[in-house]
């Protein structure tokens, strides 16, 4: 496609839920992030990787989050038995080449996840 | 680690009149770059303007310009000429320059509603 595409736009989940999300970044990009962003708040790093790899997920926030993109291409956030806490818009974005230079970061329009 | 501070929680303007958003950052780097995104309620971040730090010309996109004060730590966004579909959400964000490693994430600042009165 034109731009970075994920699903599902919204997801409700109920307390305890595992949930998938998913980034389809611009075809050819090598770089892929991932964002979490708080009602009100600014974005917030949770984990990026180049190709196949996961170089940093410094800021996924417990070990119920986990990220792949196993092909490099698409990406999965995977948040296991969710909390209130988790409740959020996830956005995803993505870069043709290594996020080293002055390359430009294009954003999907997230999926805004809430845990009842 | 470095930090990005939006103080103006929301602000106001008249449509075609001028607004400036403000934008402080911590950092003990010399070489990075600072940007503006636009969020509109299609949630989707837009880059609205884009500045080096080792370039003393503020950068201008059309309507949208920056006052980036290295010393000071400042960097403001001027919009002139506001129109309605201008109103957004406005991210105040930085990146380091070093190359990609872990503290070369982009990190954003709360930021400010653009509302535009007609």
């Known amino acids: 496609g034109a731009g970075v595409s994920q699903s599902p736009r919204y997801k409700v989940a109920k307390r305890g839920q595992d949930v998938a999300l998913r980034c389809d970044p611009i075809s050819g990009h090598v770089s892929l992030f991932w964002y979490q962003q708080a009602l009100g708040q600014g974005p917030e790093f949770l984990t990026y990787?180049?190709?196949?790899?996961?170089?940093?997920k410094s800021g996924l926030p417990s070990d119920r989050f986990f990220a792949e993109r196993p092909e490099g291409s698409v990406s999965t956030l995977k948040i296991q038995r969710t909390q209130q806490e988790d409740s959020a818009v996830y956005l995803c974005?993505?870069?043709?080449?290594?996020?080293?230079?002055?390359?430009?970061?294009?954003f999907g329009s997230g999926t805004q996840l809430s845990v009842l | 680690a470095q930090t990005v501070t939006q103080s103006q929680p929301e602000m106001s303007v008249q449509e075609a009149e001028t607004v400036t958003l403000s934008c402080t950052y911590d950092?003990?780097?010399?070489?990075?770059?600072l940007f503006w995104y636009k969020q509109p309620p299609s949630r989707q971040m837009i880059l609205v303007i884009r500045?080096?730090?080792?370039?003393?010309q503020n950068a201008t996109e059309n309507r949208f310009s920056v006052n980036f004060q290295k010393a000071a730590k400042s960097f403001s966004l001027k919009i002139s000429d506001s129109q309605l579909g201008d109103a957004a959400m406005y991210f105040c964000?930085?990146?380091?320059?070093?190359?990609?490693?872990?503290?070369?994430?982009?990190?954003f600042g709360k930021g400010t509603r653009l509302h535009i009165l007609p």
């Open positions: 500045q080096e730090a080792y370039k003393q």
């Open positions: 964000a930085y990146r380091s320059a070093r190359g990609w490693d872990r503290d070369d994430k982009i990190i």
């Open positions: 990787f180049q190709n196949e790899a996961q170089l940093d």
């Open positions: 974005a993505s870069s043709l080449v290594q996020f080293a230079t002055n390359e430009k970061l294009f």
């Open positions: 950092t003990s780097e010399s070489d990075y770059y």
